[in-house]
């Protein structure tokens, strides 16, 4: 193992977490927020003094990366950006426990968008912008944004990119990863400065507008105001915000090939019609049901809500433009599929993906298929290609695995002695990286009654589920750590 490489990698995050904090600090400044200036400077003097010191003095070859390396690596910077962006919170007093300081942020850079705030309100608006600007960051992936920079110090992100499974796929829209990084974020710039330019042509303020599209583009859901997106009442707002969240749970890889002309690539992407298709009936049922149980007034009224909270949830955005739980069941239940769904392979998105369900879609009617014809040799096939017996062997254990971590978490988070679905949606949310659950943890409520314990399984929960299960789950087995391997 490299150990001096994974230092030195790790000392190169520090500083890069540190100067993200810096547009927090000026937030403070601009708002003569001095108390909270302090924290933030309490935390990036040291952070960059630690992390310049161990990148100035550690020597390190990167030229025998191995894979395992590349998980310890994606494993310990999401911890320690985690960590250490809780720091500003704690030293400010405005969430004095550092269980819960670390809880919420890892939320922000999971893009879970939970919440153990009781009154988000009362945050100071530097805090409230680095709570949000942890979901910009970590939308993409803090690895991504590192690799686009790592080759200024001689450094490949080959290995580091395989590991962290979260965000955009490199290597394929150009034979250098670090420019494929760099492609990605600037669609992913372009896409956050159209949705806030948008956003303040409708009447929002800048900051509220960058705070929302922080939430949007990010797929993460933090709110400066209690009641979510509710609180603006503003059917345009919802509009680009449900515009932004659908395009932000699409495959990014995608729409560099509709930037160069290959739309039919676009638009014929299997994965894309599904997650259209999904969408759009989702959509259909909950609007059905809400205008059949006279929740709103109109048909009109039922398809505005549902449409965003159905982009919300499926994109495991986490936005709320009404307490939906207080909805009938039915409509409760289809949120609740929807959330192990998730968003596209490849986007900011969490959940299981489109593109595994489609996969294991297929596989059942393979199955049935062949019972009927035992002779046949039917293939699975996206878009019109066979995918490989170990694409498939993946999917299948990918399924496996994160059912079952889903039912162990509600198994040990029912200790605490709360109802059956506030336990299990909470789980499913935060390995999701959704946010709400319903009952307790429902959109207008928060994860404040948890103990210290389960706040912190459910912080693992979302790391877990935004690295997409096997980066974290692979350091706890005895075969990751022989020496030989």
Known sequence: MNYKAILKLS???IVLIACLMIPSLFVAFLYGETEVMKSFMSTIVPMLFVGGFITTYVKAQFDHLKVRDGFIIVALCWTLSSV??????VISGYIPDFIDAFFETVSGFTTTGSSILTDIEVLPK??????????????MGIIVFAIALLPTLGISGQRVA???????????????????????????????LLQVLLLILGGMNVFDALINTFGSVGTGGFSIYNNSIAHYDNLYFEIIISIFMFLAGTNFSLYYYALRGHWRDFFYDSEI?????????????????????????????????????????????????????????FSKMILFFLMFIGGCSSSTAGGIK???????????????????HPRAVVSIKLNHKPVSTDTISSVVCFAFLYFGIFFGSTLLLSLEGFDLITTASAAASCLGNIGPGFNLVGPVLNYSLFSDLSTFMLAILMLVGRLELFTI???FTRHFWNPDK
């Open 473 to 475: 789950i692979l350091l």
């Open 11 to 13: 000392g190169i995050i």
């Open 162 to 192: 395989k590991a962290e499974t979260t965000g955009p796929t490199f290597g394929k829209l150009t034979s250098k990863t670090a420019e494929s990084a760099k492609i990605l974020y600037l669609i992913y710039v372009g896409m956050t």
């Open 84 to 89: 250490l962006g809780a720091f500003p919170f």
């Open 126 to 139: 530097g805090l409230l912008f680095w709570r949000s600007f942890t979901h910009w960051i970590g939308g």
């Open 354 to 372: 489109v593109i595994r369900i489609l996969m294991l879609f297929k596989l059942l009617k393979r199955g049935i298929s062949v019972r009927l």
């Open 273 to 329: 019609r599904c997650y259209f298709i999904i969408i759009s009936s989702a959509i259909a049922l909950i609007t059905l049901n809400l205008w059949t149980s006279s929740i709103y007034a109109s048909l009109g009224e039922s398809l505005r809500f549902s449409v965003f909270q159905s982009a919300s949830i499926m994109t495991t955005t986490g936005f709320a433009s009404a307490d939906f739980d207080l909805w009938p069941t």
